[in-house]
């Protein structure tokens, strides 16, 4: 009855990590919409046109009103408050996580590998398509003030397409690869111990789960690179903001790196109970 209890309270868990992971997500998105909408208004020409109309305000005393800059500063609320919301999700899903973590002194470590796997594949799941990077590129310009030349919110599976797109085909493939594939197959292997430890195919499983075990730092490295090469300065690149897709996604290095450990001592005590 009482692990019948807990059972169902990690699954309560599990279940909650992913709606505030999926919420998280639209959020994100919604910030990364109202962004888009708002460098829509701080190009060169809509910038120019935003100074006519506040001149044009100020000869008429009054008479003439200047709508952009309250539309302006709408936008600018429904974007602070989108990437409130974002946070505060993430950070939600990330404590319901940790509370994952800490069923290990409560369940079987077949149980804490299972539900830590499922854990970290919602977080490398939400880390791969949510938005980690915000890149803003502008520039001041005379007469105009600050205008905004480019702006791009990056996550890593549509970075990795775009990559490909633009040729830059050493860097697609090694993101692909390190941060897509390899942790796919990494937290799928977990769920196949998990799931199956019993299994004749038992040995093989070890020996190719202890040999994908060796990238856990890789993940971290890959994402640290990632930033690095897109935040790099190519010209009037003036902000770079991590978004909450990174968050995600070190949650999953961590988590991935714990569980594994897990695994590893729930297959050497397997192996021990046949002597």
Do not use: C
Not at 1 to 13: A, C, G, S, W
Not at 126 to 131: E, R
Not at 135 to 162: A, N, P, Q
Request: proline content about 1%; charged content about 15%.
């Amino acid at each position: 009855m009482k692990n019948r209890v807990i059972y169902t309270f990690v699954v309560l868990m599990l279940v909650l990590m992913g709606w505030f992971s999926l919420r998280a997500y639209q959020e994100a998105m919604a910030y990364q919409q109202s962004t888009t909408q708002l460098v829509s208004h701080l190009g060169a020409k809509e910038q120019a046109e935003n100074r006519l109309k506040a001149w044009a305000e100020k000869l008429s005393l009054g008479f003439y009103k200047n709508e952009t800059q309250a539309t302006l500063h709408e936008i600018q609320t429904a974007q602070r408050l989108h990437r409130s919301a974002a946070m505060r999700y993430t950070l939600y899903a990330i404590l319901l996580l940790g509370g994952i973590l800490g069923s290990y002194f409560l369940l079987s470590l077949r149980a804490f590998t299972l539900f830590g796997a499922l854990g970290a594949l919602i977080m490398l799941l939400f880390g791969l398509i949510t938005p980690i990077l915000m890149v803003t590129i502008h520039k001041e310009i005379e007469y105009l003030g600050d205008v905004v030349l480019s702006f791009e919110s990056k996550g890593v599976i549509g970075s990795v397409s775009k990559l490909f797109e633009s040729g830059d085909m050493v860097v697609a493939v090694v993101i692909l690869l390190f941060s897509v594939i390899v942790p796919l197959i990494k937290i799928l292997s977990l769920l196949f111990v998990s799931l199956f430890m019993q299994s004749t195919f038992a040995h093989g499983i070890v020996k190719f789960f202890k040999m994908i075990g060796k990238w856990s730092m890789v993940d971290v490295f890959v994402v640290a690179t990632f930033l690095v090469y897109l935040g790099a300065n190519k010209g009037d690149v003036s902000r770079a903001e991590v978004e909450v897709g990174l968050y995600f996604f070190l949650a999953y290095v961590i988590v991935s790196m714990l569980v594994s450990l897990s695994a590893d001592r729930m297959l050497h005590e397997k192996k021990y109970e046949k002597y």
